[in-house]
Structures are given as C-alpha cells and as structure tokens.
C-alpha cells in the first residue's frame, strides 16, 4: 500500500518535470486561475499587480494562471474593468510583462478565456451564455474572439490558455442537457451535437495558433445540479477533444449558483481534495493530461502525482495562505507551509465585497507593494507583546522579521488563544492546522522569547523597559442579555 512520505524533498513526484504539448513545466503545481481584484487588471499590468502575481512565481509553481478573462467585448467594442482586454491589441503589453516575469522564474504564464453574456443577463440564469438565447453567428463570434485571444496570447509569449469550460460557462452549457434546449446542430440531441461549440473553438484555435500554445481545458466533472452531463458523458467528451488539448484540468458546479460555493470553493467544513477521485478515475479512461483542483494540499499532491492518478494539480487558496508551498516543500520545509484555513474571506472579499482578495491568515496576499515599500526601521526595538492568541503571535512574528527582539507573555500555559477551542471539532482540522503551524513558528523564531504562565502588567513591562508593547490580549465571550440565565444556554 502507499505511504506517505512523511517529509518531502526534491526528490518526490510533485517535483519532477514534465513534457507538455512543445514545453516542459518544472513541476506539478499550477496556480489555479483566479483574479485578485487588487486592481483592476490593467492595460500596463501595474507594478501593484506584477508583485502580485511575482510572489507566486517566486515561491516555485510551475504555472500561473491568470483567472476567467473574457474574450469577447462589450457591445460597444470597450473591455471590461477588471480584466486584461484579450479582445484587442492592448493586451499585448501587459500579457507580455506578465509573461516576461513568470520566465524570469523558470515559470509558465497561462491565462483562463471565457465567454460572458450581454451586460444585464439576468441574474437568475445559471449559465454564463443561455444556449437557447445565442443565434448560429454569435456563436461564430464567440468562436472567433477566441481564436483571436489565443493568437494574441501566442504573440505576448503566453506559454497556455485555459479555455473555461467548467462551471456552466459557455461550452459547458452547451454540453449540459439540462442547460440546452436548443433543436439544431448545437442542441442536446446528440454528445456530437451537444459537443460542437467545444469543436468550433478548439478547430479554431489550433488553425490559427498551431501548437505554439499550450491548450488547457477546464471542465466541471459534475455540475451538481439535475440533469447535469453524468461521469460517462465527460469521459466521452474528454475522449473526443483530447487531441486537441494539452490538459484536462477538473473542477466541479456552476459558479452562477451561491449555493455552489461549497463545491467551488470547498469551504472548511468539507472534505479535501473534492476532485480528486474523480479526476483520477477520468485519467484511467483519456490519455491527454490531467489536472485537479480544491483544496488540494501538498500531501494529497504528492500521494496522487506519485502513483500516476493524476498529473498536476491545481491550487489558488493554498498558494494565497503561502505563495512558498512549493519551494518550501522542495527545501524540507514542508512544516513551515502557512495551511489556509478555507474560510472563504478571499472569495467574499471579491465575489461579494468588489474587494481585493484578501486572506485571513497571510496579510501580505495583495499588499504587496504596501508592505515592500514600507520603511524598515532604523534601530532594533525590545518589544513586548502581550497575549499568545493568533493576533499576538502573528505581531510577535512580524516584529521579530522586521528585525525587533520580541517577548511573548501569555498567561495560560500554551500559546493558541481562542483558536485552542475553535480548533476543537473534527471538521476545524484546517483551524488546528493553522494553529499549530503559528504555535510552531513562534516558539522557533530565535528573536521571540515566549513567556507561558505569565501575566504581563504595568510595572514587570516599566521594569523590564520595553521600548514598545503590543497589547493583543484578545476580547472577552459576551453572553446577550435576553440568553442570560436561560437553564439551556451553554456558554
Ligand atoms: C479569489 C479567487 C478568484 C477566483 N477566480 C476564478 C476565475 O476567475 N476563474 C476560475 O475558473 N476559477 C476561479 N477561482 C477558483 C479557483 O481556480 C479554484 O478552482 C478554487 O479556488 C478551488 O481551488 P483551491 O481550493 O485550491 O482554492 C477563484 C478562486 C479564488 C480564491
Ligand atoms: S482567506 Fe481563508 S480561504 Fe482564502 S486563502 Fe486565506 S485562509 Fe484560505
């Protein structure tokens, strides 16, 4: 049977490189595609969002991929805000800076292409294009904007595309019964026919781009929602435009629908790696590559890259928490791996808030260039920090990296705050991963001294002269009036 290998290396699968249409990519580990709203994505791509996108080429993965990019214009030719305009020329530069940088790293620069609606679709639909509600020449428009962005990517220095057709995007939605009504020779009758938008846009990327570009397409192995294309029908539809793509990468659900955010975005509650047998019993059947993605950690990654059930994986959210992963895990240094906690903060920044893709456990993800720019300071401080939940240990790590002595006071007798008891249930696994991966990184860091069992006051920090204290001693439970006293409550 397989064992895992406790520590990992250079040495294992997840590492080693791999032969993809004509280019090689270093290693298994693709930056899923995701766009960070730190700005909207550019005509010069700024330096705010070069540094954005660097740390991930940095920390090792063999990809990155910038998310769901439309091809096709708003109705009157402008792009729209927020993502890099694939429909015309000027996206050559900011393509090329992009893809200049990842180089730089011995990285691929890859770029997911969608089609979307007519601005004011109805916010009911659960496709991104209806099928029924598209005439045969919108769809040859689509197919062209397409080929037209995959021949722009190729002139930028663009090593892939992802063509999104997962979560009822539009070639999904033609290949879903339960999406097309259509009666035609793009209607549901058929797999071939219910296949054919997928036909047009890949025939019509390789005649325009060859195989300059490596092909990647994004599929939901289920929708999760009646009627949706079943196991056998994605093998089939695999099967039939294999030789055209390079790999099959497997996601799952519709993004138009918010209850789907749990098979998007697999929150804490579930289980890791919703993908991945799937995605493994796919690879036994096709024989064009195979990617997964969903909270996939660096564990699973190596379990399924080692024994051949996949070939890559995918990961955004991990690699939000630590751009390092990959290096990390590369050096020994898989414990030092910052776990992302799955609490989905990053999706409701920006799916919900229009904000920039914040993250709850690494506060550098998307203020980059704010904390680069940040003065370092001039001397060396004795700080004292007081309280050892999350809040305090994180400042005592932030001191201690911009040069400070640090000395942590906590009263109890272990560090943890109130994580020690959020960490508690078996489905807050990743809470307790977390936890004591802060545990573990403050008591090694050489410039923290860690105080258990002491409570800090105003004449031990007077006496002890601190030059600064950080008071993080967190807040108290309140109990609301009207439960006080109730013989059920448990407080
Ligand atoms: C902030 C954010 C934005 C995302 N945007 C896209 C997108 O534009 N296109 C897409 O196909 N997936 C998008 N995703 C989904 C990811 O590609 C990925 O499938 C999902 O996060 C699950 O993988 P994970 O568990 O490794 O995060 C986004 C994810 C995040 C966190
Ligand atoms: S905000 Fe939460 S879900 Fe998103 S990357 Fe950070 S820890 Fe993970």
């Given amino acids: 049977m397989f064992k895992l290998a406790k520590s990992m290396n250079e040495n294992q699968s997840v590492f080693s490189p791999i032969k993809v249409g004509n280019t090689i990519y270093k290693n298994r580990i693709i930056l899923a595609p995701q766009k960070p709203r730190n700005c909207a994505i550019s005509r010069t791509f700024i330096h705010e969002e070069m540094e954005f996108w660097r740390k991930f080429a940095q920390g090792g993965a063999a990809c990155l991929t910038i998310g769901a990019t439309p091809v096709n214009p708003l109705p009157d030719g402008k792009g729209r805000d927020g993502n890099i305009p694939v429909h015309d020329d000027s996206c050559l530069v900011p393509l090329s800076r992009f893809a200049d940088m990842t180089h ?21 639909q659960l496709v991104e294009i209806v099928p029924d509600a598209v005439t045969v020449d919108e769809i040859r428009a689509y197919v062209k904007n ?5 021949e722009r990517c190729v002139i930028a220095g663009m090593d892939a595309i992802v063509i999104h057709g997962a979560h009822g995007h539009f070639p999904a939605a033609f290949f879903s019964k339960a999406m097309n009504k259509r009666t035609d020779e793009f209607g549901a009758d058929t797999l071939e026919n219910r296949a054919r938008v997928a036909d047009m846009i890949l025939d019509a990327i390789r005649e325009r781009v060859g195989r300059k570009i490596v092909v990647e397409w994004r599929l939901s192995i289920n929708d999760m929602y009646p009627g949706s294309p079943t196991f056998d029908e994605i093998v089939w539809f695999v099967r039939h435009i294999q030789d055209r793509v390079d790999i099959v990468h497997v996601s799952r659900g519709l993004h138009r629908l918010p209850s789907h955010e749990r098979f998007l975005f697999t929150p804490i509650y579930t289980p890791r790696g ?13 024989s064009v590559l195979v990617c997964a993605v969903g909270g996939i950690t660096i564990e699973l990654a190596e379990e399924y890259i080692s024994t051949g059930k996949l ?6 959210r991990e690699l939000y928490a ?7 895990a590369k050096a020994g240094r898989k414990d030092e791996i910052r776990p992302c906690v799955r609490c989905n903060a990053c999706i409701n920044n920006t799916h919900v808030h229009r904000m920039p893709a914040y993250c709850a456990v690494n506060v550098n993800n998307n203020r980059e260039v704010l904390f680069d720019t940040f003065p370092k300071p001039a001397h060396s401080r004795h700080v004292a920090v ?15 990296m911009r040069g400070h002595k640090v000395t942590l006071f906590e009263k109890s007798d272990a560090l943890g705050g109130m994580l020690k008891y959020a960490s508690v249930p078996w489905f807050k696994k990743d809470i307790k991963d977390y936890l004591d991966w802060a545990v573990r990184m403050t008591q090694r860091d050489p410039n923290i001294t860690v105080k258990l069992n002491s409570e800090a006051n105003a004449e031990l920090l007077k006496a002890e002269g601190f030059d600064t204290v950080i008071v993080a001693n967190g ?13 059920n409550v448990a407080w």
């Fill in 322 to 328: 630590d751009p390092d992963l990959p290096r990390k």
């Fill in 311 to 316: 070939d890559f994986v995918a990961m955004a």
């Fill in 274 to 286: 919703i993908n991945l047998k799937d995605a493994a019993a796919l690879k036994e059947q096709v």
């Fill in 104 to 124: 730089m790293y011995g990285c691929k620069a890859s770029i997911e292409l969608c089609a979307y609606d007519k601005p004011g679709s109805s916010k009911e």
């Fill in 146 to 150: 397409f080929a037209d962005a995959a």
């Fill in 386 to 400: 007081v309280g050892g939940g999350p809040a305090g240990m994180e400042a005592a790590r932030t001191a201690a």
């Fill in 475 to 487: 807040g108290t439970p309140i109990m609301p009036g009207f439960l006080q006293g109730k013989a």
